[in-house]
């Protein structure tokens, strides 16, 4: 027996390090919640698995109206803000005013800068991240109005002037550089059909360089696996039609195993749970869902006696960053040959359009039940996990990762759930959302209409 | 400028320091732009700040120190820096002036870096400026010593085994990934040994053969490994998952492999099957059943192997 064998048998006994200690914090803390559920009268259970409707359109529609235009200045939150709020609004499935609305619409062209892209506030810079979140935020009001609030040109010029030559995206003029710059330049170019080949030019290698030894992305290369980078790279990878070139196997097995005991996901190894995750990671499976030809196309080639294995992840492409394999016209997404040319604008519309063949593979009854009972406040709004305050950036992804867990074996897209899809009553049921944009399907429909003609 | 009333949600993100928040950008309380601060003096006068928010201050004071070149070089705006760089919405900007500096800077760089990672040893930020710091300013001598020290305070912490995989293949006073990949398996198997049931040191020896899975499927160190820790019938989910990998890319199994899983098998709760990968996917389901989904998705992806 080795020393090391020895001080795992003295485990028990040697003192717990801070990754343990805050993970056991965390796990008494759930599964006490748990353990009172399970011991709950049938009644008492399902008014607390019952998602708290309206007290979350309270806090949410208070929110929306506090975000007066005399704001603070320096506040370069608002566009998010903006987005988290109307974007659960609509998944709860219910309106907001039509004031209200046009106040935001209103609000936000005064942070359309005249260069294009959106700023935090009227008069800042414009910024990827705010760029996004108003684009995604129109979108969600629908409409018009609001749609055609968006200068289309401008914001194109603006991504143009972020693209970097080594493929990635500045967030602003001095800003970073990392995938998440990538997700929200290519997310908003794609959802406005704006997207072309000198936008997606290198984009791909890029975020290839920035998948990690343990199977997620990272922000930059060389950093940690992170959930909320992985859902971007992939998310972007799939909308410039590369994703085949990530290694899928090896990002499904570290994906699969950032879900915890508690239900929820993690964001990265050994971090403790938090429910916005349920959106970046859950979503993760939500894409892969549709790619099962290309994970199995990738399969095929581990195995014995073939050599070339599983060594598909970057490094091993060619420089010139051409596909892995060619002959996929037959598949509806990844890889394109000359005969074959995808339509980069399409991509977004024809990935939901596209049935589901495989079940989500990650266990999406757990994950409801860690949102439902453990990231609900009491007074509306939902939080990271128990002992956290609710904010709008948590009730946003942990709704958005509800509704992707509840909708995720729906082969036929317009056909309801089934009810064992939906922990807790029937009424649980969010509005379906568009897993690569994270915006409400039906008013996503709307837009890619709208913004069809070019 | 008044300011008025901040909604409950702007609350709670002022609430928590940028500084102390571990997580990258996802979440704005560590977001360059996030609005949690009023900026610090001394600083270009309101029409700037209105002008471009928090990020333009820092975009005008960029403008104002390329005139002023001569004193940035001084170590006393370094530290006015550091104490600003505390709210961590100019780290990008400190890097445009560490660039300005040289070399010089990447010991007092490291410095700061570890200061933050002291109180938060997985700070996504501090990380990755770290790792900047080491390619464009170098200093990776004590690098690989540092991550050790880390990784004795907790072995579990991921963001040491990532710095450590940085280091063995990026430093260019190491030999790279396969000169290293001995003594790192090593390294790694002892940690492996201390705690099975930590995930990080088990990435990190697949890692370690990055590019040469047949490396991988045949040392044999990895699948002793697994049969080691598949003896001692606890804390196994990581081992049986490993070789149920070795399996699908070849790894013929020793009859030693085949008992010890049978073994496992034995409690009852899990057919025999001839196909050592097919029992291993069972076993598997039952004893990670929060990833039962993938487990018997994985079993039926299965080569079919003899």
């Known amino acids: 027996m080795s020393s090391a064998e020895r ?3 003295n485990s028990m006994t040697a003192a717990p390090t801070k990754t343990q200690q805050e993970q056991w914090i965390v796990e008494n803390q759930v599964f006490q919640i748990f353990d009172l559920f399970a011991n709950l009268p049938r009644n008492a259970k399902s008014a607390l698995v019952e998602l ?3 007290n979350h359109l309270e806090y949410l529609t208070r929110g929306l109206k506090r975000l007066d235009p005399s704001f603070c200045v320096l506040d370069a939150n608002r566009p998010w803000l903006c987005y988290w709020i109307l974007h659960s609004i609509a998944l709860l499935g219910d309106y907001v005013e039509h004031e209200v609305e046009n106040n935001v619409v209103d609000f936000l062209s005064r942070c359309q800068d005249p260069n294009g892209g ?5 008069g800042q810079l414009p910024h990827l991240a705010t760029t996004y979140a108003a684009v995604n935020a129109l979108i969600t009001v629908g409409g018009e109005r609001s749609l055609s ?12 002037r972020m693209k970097q030559p080594s493929g990635a995206f500045r967030m602003h003029d001095a800003g970073e550089i990392d995938v998440r710059a990538c997700y929200t330049a290519i997310s908003v170019a794609s959802v406005l059909n704006i997207l072309d080949d000198e936008l997606i030019q290198n984009v791909g290698d890029y975020i290839l360089s920035c998948q990690t030894y343990e199977g997620g992305i990272s922000g930059e290369p060389g950093a940690e696996a992170h959930g909320g980078y992985t859902f971007c790279g992939f998310a ?21 195993f950032r879900q915890g005991r508690e239900g929820g996901f993690q964001g990265r190894t050994n971090k403790l749970v938090d429910s916005c995750y349920s959106f970046w990671q859950g979503g993760a499976f939500a894409l892969l869902q549709r790619l099962h030809a290309i994970l199995d196309e990738q399969l095929v080639n581990f195995g014995p006696q073939t050599g070339v294995a599983s060594d598909i992840s970057g490094g091993e492409e060619s420089s010139d960053g051409t596909q892995v394999d060619d002959k996929t016209c037959h598949f509806k997404l990844g890889g394109t040959n000359a005969s074959c040319p995808v339509n980069l604008n399409s991509i977004g519309y024809n990935f939901v359009k596209q049935p589901g063949e495989m079940e989500a593979l990650y266990h999406r009854w757990s994950l409801q039940q860690y949102i439902l009972l453990c990231a609900q406040d009491m007074e509306g709004g939902l939080k990271d996990k128990p002992g956290k305050r609710r904010d709008f950036y948590h009730t946003c992804y942990s709704l958005s990762g509800l509704s992707l867990s509840q909708h995720s074996w729906s ?12 922990m807790g009553p029937y009424a649980n049921l969010l509005e379906r959302t568009h897993p690569l944009f994270n915006v409400v399907l039906d008013q996503y429909y709307d837009a890619h209409e709208f913004f069809d003609t070019p | 400028m008044v300011r008025t009333r901040l909604s409950q949600s702007t609350i709670s993100l002022t609430l928590s320091k940028p500084w102390t928040t571990s997580e990258p950008s996802m979440s704005p309380t560590s977001d360059p732009l996030a609005p949690s601060i009023s900026p610090p003096k001394p600083f270009p006068s309101t029409p700037a700040i209105t002008l471009y928010g928090i990020s333009g201050v820092w975009y005008s004071r960029h403008l104002i120190l390329t005139c002023k070149l001569n004193w940035i070089l001084s170590t006393t705006l370094l530290r006015i820096i550091q104490k600003i760089i505390r709210y961590d919405i100019c780290r990008h900007h400190r890097r445009w002036v560490a660039e300005k500096l040289g070399t010089d800077a990447a010991d007092k760089e490291l410095e700061f870096t570890k200061k933050i990672l002291s109180a938060d040893a997985k700070h996504y930020h501090a990380w990755s400026h770290r790792q900047w710091v080491l390619l464009a300013l170098g200093g990776w001598e004590d ?5 050790r020290e880390l990784l004795e305070e907790d072995i579990f912490n991921n963001s040491a085994w990532n710095q450590r995989y940085f280091v063995i293949t990026r430093s260019p006073l190491l030999g790279g990934l396969e000169a290293m990949r001995e003594s790192e398996v090593s390294y790694t198997v002892e940690a492996i040994l201390a705690h099975p049931e930590n995930e990080s040191p088990w990435r990190y020896l697949r890692g370690l053969y990055k590019g040469d899975t047949q490396s991988w499927v045949n040392d044999h160190q990895v699948s002793l490994l697994c049969l080691r820790v598949l003896n001692t019938k606890s804390n196994f989910v990581f081992a049986l998952s490993t070789l149920l990998d070795l399996l699908c890319h070849g790894l013929q199994p020793s009859q030693e492999a085949k008992d010890v899983v049978a073994a496992l098998e034995m409690s009852g709760t899990v057919e025999p099957d001839s196909d050592l990968a097919k029992s291993v996917c069972f076993i ?16 039926s992806k299965l080569p079919h192997a003899t």
């Open chain 1, 236 to 256: 972007t990878m799939i909308l410039i039609n590369e994703v085949n070139r990530l290694d899928l196997a090896g990002l499904l097995d570290w994906v699969a």
């Open chain 2, 284 to 299: 598997l389901e039952h004893v990670d059943p929060i990833r039962a989904n993938y487990w018997r998705w994985r079993k």
């Open chain 2, 143 to 147: 690098e690989l010593d540092y991550c």
């Open chain 1, 149 to 160: 609030s968006i200068n289309r040109e401008k914001v194109y010029m603006f991504l143009k």
């Open chain 1, 52 to 54: 708290q409707r309206d």
């Open chain 1, 411 to 422: 082969q036929d897209e317009d056909a309801p759930p089934l009810p064992n899809a939906v």
């Open chain 1, 7 to 9: 001080a795992n048998n």
């Open chain 1, 118 to 122: 959106y700023g935090g506030g009227p």
